[in-house]
Every structure is written in C-alpha cells, then in structure tokens.
C-alpha cells in the first residue's frame, strides 16, 4: 500500500508507492478503440459536427469509441481510495498517513505517440476545460483537499507512449505549494500587492519576457532552479482557475501551447506544473501559474514542484538489503586490518 511520510526536520513528504504496474497487455488502454482494456470513463468529450461540444457518459457495459478527451483513472496510480489504517509511529514527532487520494489521467488525444505540443489550440482548451470541470468535481470529495494537475512530455526520439496529463487528488496541500502560499500571504500583508502581478509588471517586454498576448505571458524567472524553466501566468490578478471562461481559456492555450512548443524544441524533455489555489482553503487565494522545467526523468516534476518525494520501496525493506553488504564489507575491513 502507498504511504505518505513527513521528514524528521524538514516539511517536504515523501510518498512510498509500490512499484507501478505495466499497462495492461493486448495493446494501449488510452488509444481510441481500446475502452475495454481500462476502467469506464469519468468523462468523455466530443465535439460534435456542429462545432459543439458534447459531454458524454461511460459505463461498464457501454464504452464510447468515437472521442475526442477522455478522464479516467490511471492504470498504476500512485493514490488509492481504497480504505486503510494508519501505521503505528515509531519515529516521534513525525507523522506517516496511509498514500489515500486518487490518480487519474486525462488523456487529450486518442492518437498514440502524439505529444501534447503538438496538438492544436482547441485541443488544448478541450484539456484545459477537463482540468477545471473534473478539477471541481474532485474537490467535491471527502478527504481531497488538494488537486495537483502534472504532465510529462518525453524528448523527440521516443514514438511508443500516449500523452497523459495527471491528476492527483491529495489529502493535503503539497509543501512547496503551501510554502509559496505562506510566502505570497507575506508579500501581501507587508507591501500590500501581489507579488505575481508585481513579476509580471517587472518582467513585461524585458530579456526574461518569451512572449504574451493581451491576457497571458511567458516568462524564464529571474532565479531558475534549473537551466530550462518557463512560467506561464497571467498578466492581471486571476486567483481562481477553476473560473476560467472559454475565450479565457483559449487566450492561455495560444500561450501555453506556444511555451511548451519552445521548450521542446530548446530542453527537449519537460514537465509542467499547475500552481493553483485549494478550492476547500477559504484563506489561499494564490495568484496562480503553470511551470515547465527542462527534463526527462518520471514523476521528477511531481518533486520539484511540489515538494513530493517518491520512492517504489519502504527504506525499511531498502535498509534491510543494504545492512547485509554493508556488514560484509564492515567483516573484509577489520579482517583485513588484521592480517
């Protein structure tokens, strides 16, 4: 079972989840065609041939074939609802809650081995809308008090993969986003302003400016954590994401895709992130943003932007093998001192 484990010292987490299965055999469970080899849909999008869009309904017995957006749960989720008891503590003053949540993926596109910079304007706010509609629908539930929305894309080169946005459902604020909030909440108590709506006023048509439109810009920040880091935020005070109106999602898809395009085309692989408000704390009202950073390694965007640690085995089981070489090595040193 996964587990959620807070530092002795420090506020970052780490989340201890078995290693995540294969997607099932007899081909991909997110390619059009392919329903039968994964859960019902929580939601499905179509457009219709009038231009309109089309929310259907999937069940066990009546998969949709023809889409054009799918919700559903992810085959090796990190997070499980299924119910479990706390672990008895053995380390004082630190906590470690069972891995309870949901993981789920929006999968954009029914075409395989398509990344998500390459597809078009309307599709990204296809997925942008299913970020907000399911977004609120999770935070509906019992027990979720933080949706974190990650994607991967992997450099060119790679051709066997679906696109897949992320969606966990989490117990908790991750760390750095409640570090941000507390540092945001002190920006505004002590100068009286938005720190965001101050960055976006500084970096506007300077060296870090990538590009923007009337709603939204692209910026590198002025101290990056890594070589390739983009933020994409808007340029007027906006703390609700999950509000965003159609013509205000399709002035961010301009954006965001444009962003994402480039940062394939410099870094290759990388992630993005969506810092956004919990919809369940009345006191966080971040300006919100979406981050993308340069690189390729699993679930590293989960980490680095949210301040999650994952790790497949318990270090106890980790301990465990290690002791024995260490031991032996411990035995070749002093036999070794004696001879």
């Not at 259907?56 to 085959?75: C, F």
């Not at 979720?144 to 060119?156: L, S």
């Not at 340069?294 to 980490?303: L, Q, R």
Request: aromatic share 10%; glycine share 8%.
């Amino acid at each position: 079972m996964s587990e959620l484990r807070k530092d002795y010292l420090e506020d970052y987490v780490t989340l201890v989840a078995p290693a995540r299965a294969r997607a099932p055999g007899g081909g991909c469970p997110y390619c059009r065609g392919s329903g039968e080899l994964a859960p019902p849909a929580s939601l499905v999008f179509k457009m219709g041939s009038n231009g309109l869009l089309v929310r259907l309904e999937e069940s066990e017995g009546d998969r949709i074939d023809d889409w054009d957006l799918k919700v559903l749960p992810y085959h090796a989720p990190l997070l499980t609802e299924e119910p479990q008891s706390p672990r008895e503590l053995t380390v004082p003053f630190r906590k470690s809650d069972p891995g309870t949540g949901v993981h789920y993926v929006i999968v954009p596109t029914p075409e395989h081995g398509v990344r998500l910079s390459q597809l078009t304007v309307d599709q990204i706010v296809l997925a942008l809308l299913a970020m907000q509609e399911f977004g609120k629908e999770l935070y509906q539930r019992r027990g979720i008090n933080y949706v974190a929305i990650y994607y991967e894309e992997k450099p060119e080169g790679e051709a066997d993969f679906h696109s897949l946005i992320h969606v966990l459902g989490l117990p908790e604020v991750p760390p750095a986003v409640e570090m941000e909030n507390q540092a945001y909440r002190k920006y505004m108590k002590e100068l009286g302003t938005c720190p965001i709506c101050v960055i976006a006023e500084v970096e506007k048509s300077g060296p870090r400016e990538l590009l923007s439109n009337d709603e939204y810009m692209a910026i590198f920040p002025w101290a990056p954590t890594m070589p390739y880091e983009a933020w994409v935020i808007p340029r007027s005070h906006r703390t609700r994401f999950y509000r965003l109106t159609l013509p205000n999602m399709r002035s961010l898809a301009e954006v965001l895709l444009s962003t994402m395009r480039a940062m394939s085309r410099t870094a290759g692989g990388y992630y993005m992130s969506f810092y956004t408000s919990s919809l369940k704390r009345s006191s966080m009202n971040i300006h919100w943003s979406i981050r993308l950073f340069g690189g390729v390694d699993s679930f590293a965007g989960i980490s680095s932007s949210y301040g999650i640690k994952i790790v497949n085995e318990a270090p106890e089981e980790r301990a465990k093998a290690m002791a024995k070489h260490a031991r032996s090595a411990l035995a070749e040193i002093v036999m070794g001192n004696r001879s």
